[in-house]
């Protein structure tokens, strides 16, 4: 942004994660290779004493922290899931390099997604939860029509796309056109035949 430098940034809200007494949680970044943190749970998951774990993403690390939670359902069987989501409201403040410029502030919404795992049966009534062997993310109904609109509006572009790609078909039929064909030989028939009289005619 020009003539603005980057201020403070201020967390208004924060949506609290899930939270189980005894439970290890896992905090998974945009830069966190699934292979490392999926080692170190599924390691210490595996002591049985230990019976829940809690996956916690934001940002562009929510699809990562899904992606673990549903390896760790697939290798450990008989998890019961509940599923929080919300969004950390932050403000960034922007300071003005040319003196006349206001400060500027910026509100952004970041979605945070917290994912509990247990070896042990939960609350069966929450809207979110999953009994073992399932593996479709439940999703909030706020967070489904947001997808679905998102979703729609992707097919509506494809099918614009695919409608402009397609060539354009000649307003006449096969039969108009062979019509066409056929009056345009009987005109050309026509023509010789009228040459070849002539020519005759001055050969006499």
Same mark, same amino acid.
């Given at each position: 942004?020009?003539?603005? &430098?980057?201020?403070?940034?201020?967390?208004?809200? *924060?949506?609290?994660?899930?939270?189980? =007494? +005894?439970?290890?949680?896992? $905090? %998974?970044?945009?830069?966190?290779?699934?292979?490392?943190?999926?080692?170190?749970?599924?390691?210490?998951?595996?002591?049985?004493?230990?019976?829940?774990?809690?996956?916690?993403?934001?940002?562009?690390?929510?699809?990562?922290?899904?992606?673990?939670?549903?390896?760790?359902?697939?290798?450990?069987?008989?998890?019961?899931?509940? &599923?929080?989501?919300?969004?950390?409201?932050?403000? *960034?403040?922007?300071?003005?390099?040319? =003196? +006349?410029?206001?400060?500027? $502030? %910026?509100?952004?919404?970041?979605?945070?997604?917290?994912?509990?795992?247990?070896?042990?049966?939960?609350?069966?009534?929450?809207?979110?939860?999953?009994?073992?062997?399932?593996?479709?993310?439940?999703?909030?109904?706020?967070?489904?029509?947001?997808?679905?609109?998102?979703?729609?509006?992707?097919?509506?572009?494809?099918?614009?796309?695919?409608?402009?790609?397609?060539?354009?078909?000649?307003?006449?039929?096969?039969?108009?056109?062979?019509?066409?064909?056929? $009056?345009?030989?009987?005109?050309?028939?026509?023509?010789?035949?009228?040459?070849?009289?002539?020519?005759?005619?001055?050969?006499?």
């Amino acid at each position: 942004m020009d003539n603005y &430098t980057k201020g403070e940034s201020v967390t208004i809200f *924060d949506p609290p994660s899930l939270h189980m =007494e +005894g439970a290890i949680e896992m $905090k %998974v970044t945009n830069a966190s290779k699934i292979r490392n943190v999926m080692g170190y749970a599924m390691s210490t998951f595996g002591n049985s004493n230990v019976r829940h774990v809690i996956w916690n993403g934001s940002g562009n690390a929510i699809s990562k922290t899904i992606s673990c939670a549903e390896i760790m359902k697939r290798k450990i069987k008989g998890l019961h899931q509940i &599923t929080q989501v919300g969004f950390l409201r932050v403000e *960034d403040f922007w300071e003005p390099t040319v =003196e +006349g410029l206001d400060r500027l $502030k %910026v509100n952004t919404n970041i979605p945070t997604i917290s994912i509990l795992l247990s070896k042990d049966p939960l609350d069966t009534s929450h809207p979110s939860y999953q009994a073992p062997g399932s593996t479709e993310l439940v999703w909030p109904d706020q967070m489904k029509t947001k997808k679905d609109n998102s979703q729609r509006k992707m097919a509506a572009i494809r099918d614009l796309k695919n409608a402009a790609s397609k060539p354009k078909r000649s307003r006449g039929n096969g039969k108009d056109s062979f019509k066409s064909k056929k $009056k345009t030989d009987k005109l050309q028939s026509g023509t010789e035949l009228k040459k070849s009289e002539a020519t005759c005619n001055s050969m006499e």
